[in-house]
């Protein structure tokens, strides 16, 4: 399985960057001291999507 990390300072899905595109089961991001993230995580079973991150309809 495939996975995509997304992570923003606000909890808003539209402001996040892709931080990682990843197979590994295990993911580790480095945080500066007092710092806040919200993350999301996309998953796949076969190739990357070409497209960006967007809300479920």
């Known amino acids: 399985m495939l996975a995509e990390v997304w992570t923003a300072a606000a909890d808003d899905m539209t402001q996040a960057v892709l931080v990682e595109r990843t197979a590994s089961a295990i993911y580790s991001h ?9 993350y999301w995580l996309r998953f ?3 190739a990357w ?3 960006g991150m967007r809300r479920p309809d």
């Open 49 to 51: 999507p070409e497209t």
């Open 44 to 46: 796949y079973r076969a």
């Open 30 to 38: 480095s945080l500066g001291t007092n710092a806040t993230r919200f």
